[in-house]
């Protein structure tokens, strides 16, 4: 397949990348990120070389560079996985969430439709269907209930997305994938974050009482379930993607803790998110029954592996916590 990936600077895109070229699930692979703080190219630089691989830095919502790309290239499928992904950025500043998630979206979509692609596989997130209360796990066909500015783009990019199948029969699939971690996860998420504060001996902000739960994912696990929908989905359909995993937060932060042989103490309780989502879960049943996926790699052995990689690349973490990210942890941390 020759495929268009966007956002694959990024750390779930970079996974997918790496995978793709190393299993042979493209026989061309063009990567289109505009390098937001977010993307960094050390995320695939292992993959630079490769003859099938283009990088191209630029902008999703740059329609008449999409235009010559999808003309020059000719692919058989979208991945698209550009946005911007982090909910407390999205509470300091909605407007890039509007403009990359929404407005880029629909660009792309244009993009696809005008060339006809045979297949466009949006990447989105169990965040969509907000908070479940419990015992409840959300299938595809649970209403959207979004919280954040994040979820609340992104629920709109799936909207437009299935309006392009419903009514132009663009070949949309799109997925909602839970909690994602691994190796290359931006350090502002929760298990990148804490694995990095507790390295450097600093104190682990708990939002509220740090009884959240998630469902995690190992990104691997998330992009071969990418794959799987690419080969085997029905266009115009959803398809949940869980690791099976609910854990709360302070569980996730405990494990870490314990396994850098750091205190708990560490562990600092500051003010909640607001608008904060009290539990993600998802049934997988769908795409399992459609595809034969299964997540592989179970959370302890996920988390272990992710933990020694941050303690081995401890310079990659260096280099994307100078910068922006001081401003941003000053913003989002010094008031809680
Ligand atoms: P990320 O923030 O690590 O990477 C996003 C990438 O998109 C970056 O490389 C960035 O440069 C690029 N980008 C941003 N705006 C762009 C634009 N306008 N044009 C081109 N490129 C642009 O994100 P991630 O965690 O890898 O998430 C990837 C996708 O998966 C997102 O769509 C996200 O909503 C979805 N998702 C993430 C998770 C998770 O736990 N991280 C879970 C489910 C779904
Ligand atoms: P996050 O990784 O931001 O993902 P999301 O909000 O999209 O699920 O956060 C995961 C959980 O961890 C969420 O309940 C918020 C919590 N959290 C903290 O308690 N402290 C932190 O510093 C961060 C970043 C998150």
């Known amino acids: 397949m020759r495929l268009l990936v966007t956002g694959g600077a990024g750390f779930i895109g970079s996974a997918f990348i790496r995978l793709a070229l190393r299993e042979d699930w493209a026989s061309r692979l063009v990567n289109l990120d505009k390098l937001t703080y977010a993307g960094n ?7 630079e ?69 045979a297949r466009f596989l949006l990447v989105s997130t169990d965040e969509v269907y907000g908070s479940i209360p419990e015992p409840h796990d959300a299938d595809e066909t649970d209403p959207l209930n979004p919280s954040s500015p994040y979820s609340a783009s992104k629920a709109g990019a799936d909207l437009l997305a299935l309006s392009y199948f419903t009514t132009f029969g663009t070949p ?29 001996d600093r104190p682990l902000p708990i939002y509220g009482d740090g009884l959240q739960v998630r469902d995690w994912l190992h990104a691997d696990d998330h992009c071969r379930a990418l794959n799987a929908v690419l080969l085997h989905g029905s ?32 562990m600092t309780p500051v003010t909640d998110r607001p608008g904060h989502d009290r539990r993600y879960a998802i049934t997988t049943e769908k795409l ?25 690349n401890t310079e990659w973490t260096a280099r994307v916590k100078s910068g922006e990210y ?7 941390y010094s008031e809680r």
Do not use: C
């Open 326 to 332: 001081r401003s941003y942890y000053e913003r989002n």
């Open 172 to 200: 949309v699939l799109v997925t909602r994938a839970s909690n994602n971690y691994g190796p290359f996860q931006f350090p502002e998420k929760l298990i990148p974050l804490m694995i990095s504060n507790a390295l450097e």
């Open 49 to 117: 070389a490769d003859p099938r691989y283009r990088f191209v830095h630029g902008d999703i919502l740059d329609a008449p560079l999409l235009g010559s790309l999808f003309g020059e290239e000719k692919f058989d499928a979208v991945v698209h996985f550009a946005a911007e992904s982090h909910v407390d950025r999205s509470i300091l500043g909605p407007a890039a969430f509007v403009e990359t998630n929404v407005r880029g979206t629909f660009q792309l979509l244009e993009a696809a439709r005008a060339a006809r692609t």
């Open 235 to 266: 266009p115009g359909e959803i398809y949940n993607v869980g690791g099976s995993r609910a854990l709360p937060n302070r569980e996730v932060v405990e494990l870490i803790l314990d396994t850098l042989g750091k205190p708990r103490s560490l």
């Open 288 to 312: 399992q029954k459609s595809t034969g996926w299964q997540a592989q790699i179970p959370f302890e052995q996920g988390l272990r592996d992710t933990i020694n990689w941050y303690r081995a």
């Open 41 to 47: 190219l050390e995320n695939i630089a292992s993959v």
